[in-house]
């Protein structure tokens, strides 16, 4: 029989992570929960001056062998295991003195951390839990009588249903449960890929996770995944860092965006791309990497602060002495010089990633993404502007140097958030707008941060003056278009195919401008 709500009288409370876990534990016994631990968390609990019962109370034997052995005993899982309205079961509970254990709470050893933090082989081991999943697995196996939490953030949704309904529900008891095999999974993924590396092995067929520290915010949970045998082209994961602390979920998305922009220009000059927030907020080819790097910190020095920088060759010092004048935070590059690695030294927060190469841009496969009740799938976007694409629509044709630029721009607002629009002159990034409701916002806000660059830079006019401007999606309105000509823009790249197409040509050759359409459109969402 399945019990939708099943109250809780008897709760079991054993954590590495004690956050939230006194709150949770005065919550529990004001509702009249028995509290049940286990070492340090009983005592946060008995510290703050609640009823809470040693599990050796339970038990009948005391923790032992340095607390390897504490939880693993028959009145510990025959609490969690029972199904209550088995007649057998209940009868076993009755004939051996076993009670009910209806909420468990229980975090992990924290094996991740004391691997990455550098421990001995014999200190990682010490942190494998054992008692721990044993637990979270039998009491998510009988979910249909036991919750089962293991992430902090799920103590307030089970506060809330025992305030409402004095139990926990079948829906939520379901989903923790999944949850929570979830994190054993992970948990043993991490121990396995150890292990492996411990013995100089590789199992394709094993994710290699890596915890980390929280996701976009604190109180979400992240981890990276990555395995041989999903034929995936080598990236981040696979990257050799040099330096830095351990990288961040912000720093992963932050990396990969400026690492698959940076991948466009693999056979290009020296190129260096800058990035916050995944959005490039400054790209430049120059004849040297050092040069590239001052193009592109030009175009917004306020942003770059504290960015994600990529590079398509090998760091030679002056680029590093650079690139260390501004606090960075991730530097991924195909490899760096001796000299470049020393100056990089001396920031001992910068985390340096070097990729033995770049991905090609052009290479199959799918993104995927979750939305209630489903999943999003859909093909990568490696279009890729040809010579036979480009349609000439106003009565003057851009020149050599206008169409180099706007394939430039092209190629840098297929990684701009919609809505895109990229100014561009000789190799470099002058303005950006990106993640605008619409477009003519995008390229006043673009146009305004290339007039602030000149400003802080002393220019006698911002680089959008001459400038080719690149626009992800057609115009709809002749508006955009012209905030590009007030900004200075002689040429215009875009994929057309608006009802006011023609209005827009109109405008554009009125002003003069050479406009080409592209058929293609890189909305990027």
Not at 253 to 271: H, S
Request: a negative charge.
């Amino acid at each position: 029989m399945t019990v939708d709500t099943v109250p809780v009288t008897r709760a079991l409370l054993s954590v590495s992570d004690k956050t939230g876990i006194v709150d949770l534990a005065r919550s529990l016994a004001a509702a009249g929960v028995e509290l049940v631990s286990t070492g340090g968390t009983a005592k946060a609990i008995r510290d703050a001056g609640l009823p809470v019962k040693d599990v050796s109370e339970l038990t009948g034997f005391p923790e032992m062998m340095d607390g390897r052995v504490k939880t693993l005993h028959p009145t510990v899982h025959g609490g969690l295991l029972a199904v209550r309205d088995d007649p057998a079961h209940v009868a076993a509970m009755m004939e051996h003195a076993i009670g009910a254990i209806d909420l468990v709470v229980v975090n992990l050893y924290p094996f991740v951390k004391t691997m990455e933090s550098g421990a001995d082989a014999d200190t990682v081991i010490e942190n494998i839990d054992i008692g721990g999943p044993a637990m979270v697995r039998s009491a998510a196996k009988n979910h249909a009588w036991v919750a089962i939490v293991t992430d902090p953030a799920d103590y307030a949704v089970v506060l809330d249903e025992l305030s409402q309904g004095g139990g926990t529900t079948m829906t939520t008891r379901r989903r923790l449960a999944g949850k929570a095999y979830m994190h054993t999974a992970m948990y043993d993924g991490a121990i396995a890929g150890w292990f492996h590396r411990q013995s100089g092995e590789t199992n394709q067929d094993m994710p290699d996770v890596v915890e980390l520290r929280y996701g976009e915010n604190p109180h979400q949970t992240a981890r990276v995944l990555s395995s041989a045998s999903w034929n995936l082209p080598a990236g981040l994961p696979q990257a050799r860092q040099v330096q830095g602390k351990a990288l961040s979920y912000n720093n992963y998305n932050d990396a990969d965006a400026a690492l698959e922009l940076v991948a466009e220009f693999r056979d290009a000059g020296p190129t260096v791309v800058i990035v916050k927030h995944a959005n490039p907020c400054g790209v430049a080819t120059a004849t040297t990497l050092a040069d590239a790097y001052d193009a592109a910190f030009a175009c917004d020095t306020v942003s770059a602060f504290g960015g994600i920088i990529a590079l398509n060759r090998s760091i030679d010092a002056a680029t590093a002495r650079a690139i260390t004048g501004i606090f960075t935070e991730v530097v991924v590059a195909p490899g760096a010089d001796e000299e470049a690695l020393a100056i990089f030294a001396a920031k001992k927060n910068l985390r340096l990633l070097l990729t033995d190469g770049l991905p090609d841009s052009m290479r199959e496969g799918e993104l995927h993404k979750e939305i209630v009740g489903g999943v999003l799938v859909q093909s990568r976007d490696n279009g890729r502007l040809t010579d036979d694409m480009l349609r000439v629509v106003t009565r003057r044709a851009p020149t050599e140097r206008e169409l180099a630029d706007c394939r430039f721009a092209w190629t840098v607002a297929k990684h701009v958030k919609s809505n895109a629009i990229v100014y561009a002159r000789d190799g470099s990034t002058a303005g950006i707008g990106a993640g605008q409701m619409n477009r003519l916002e995008s390229a006043r806000i673009a146009a305004w941060k290339a007039k602030d660059a000149a400003d802080k830079a002393g220019w006698s006019e911002a680089r959008t003056t001459g400038s080719a401007v690149a626009s992800d999606a057609f115009f709809p309105f002749a508006d955009g278009l012209m905030a590009a000509v007030e900004a200075g823009a002689t040429a215009v790249i875009q994929p057309g195919g608006s009802i006011r197409d023609d209005e827009v040509i109109a405008a554009a050759d009125a002003a003069g401008l050479a406009m080409v359409f592209t058929g293609m459109r890189h909305f990027r969402h």
